[in-house]
């Protein structure tokens, strides 16, 4: 039991290039979310899902894309990175949101 | 924005019990409150949740207003490892606000 898995731990990108953090969970859990954290910030929710197929905006969305085609995982793309989405970013599960959530390691994005 | 409100920061000597404050006017009925905590460098960290009553598990206890719009959450004897951001969440979609940074003093 992995629990939530992120890769990669650490990314460095250029401007404007894209890229997909992976989001793993292996609990069966229906509820997913990403947060982003900038230094010395709290979190903030990018997106969430309630389920397979099933997609929600957060508080801060632009420039970022999800979809939730299987259980397990729930991949947040960067369409084309800016200086601005640089931060640490982690990914949640839970069975419900009656539940506790669990949190991956995170991945520390650096936008050049 | 976030739905709670919790002071920045709050201090507390070591051994003693701390009791950190949450406010969620706007809470719903069917809302749990839910209760993380963020040690330095690391990603945050379930610590408790409830929805009417009172819960205790073994890192904390939680003290919910008979109307719901506040909760506390206790720590009975803090200790140095208890350092971190704590924050307060209510509703499905998780939005975290600022959280109360605890500082634990030997």
């Known amino acids: 039991n992995a629990g939530v898995t992120q890769t990669p731990k650490f990314q460095v990108l250029k401007t404007g290039q894209s890229m997909t953090l992976q989001c793993a969970q292996d609990m069966n859990h229906e509820y997913m979310s990403w947060y982003r954290q900038d230094p010395g910030m709290g979190l903030r929710l990018i997106h969430y899902?309630?389920?397979?197929?099933?997609?929600d905006q957060g508080e801060v969305p632009n420039g970022y894309n999800v979809s939730r085609s299987t259980t397990e995982d729930f991949p947040l793309r960067l369409l084309s990175a800016a200086p601005s989405q640089t931060s640490v970013y982690f990914c949640?599960?839970?069975?419900?949101?009656?539940?506790?959530?669990?949190f991956g390691s995170g991945t520390r994005l650096t936008v050049v | 924005d976030a739905k709670t409100t919790q002071p920045n920061s709050m201090e507390s000597n070591e051994e003693e019990p701390v009791h950190l404050p949450c406010n969620h006017s706007t809470i719903s009925g069917t809302d749990y409150i839910h209760w993380y905590r963020q040690l330095p460098s690391q990603g945050p960290e379930y610590v408790i949740h409830g929805l009417t009553s009172n819960v205790n598990n073994r890192m904390a206890s939680l003290a919910i207003a008979e109307d719901r719009k506040s909760s506390t959450l206790i720590l009975h004897r803090a200790t140095l490892r208890d350092a971190a951001v704590y924050y307060c969440i209510t509703g499905n979609d998780m939005r975290f606000g600022a959280g109360t940074r605890l500082t634990v003093k030997p």
């Open positions: 949640a599960s839970s069975r419900t949101g009656d539940y506790g959530y669990t």
């Open positions: 899902s309630v389920g397979a197929g099933i997609t």
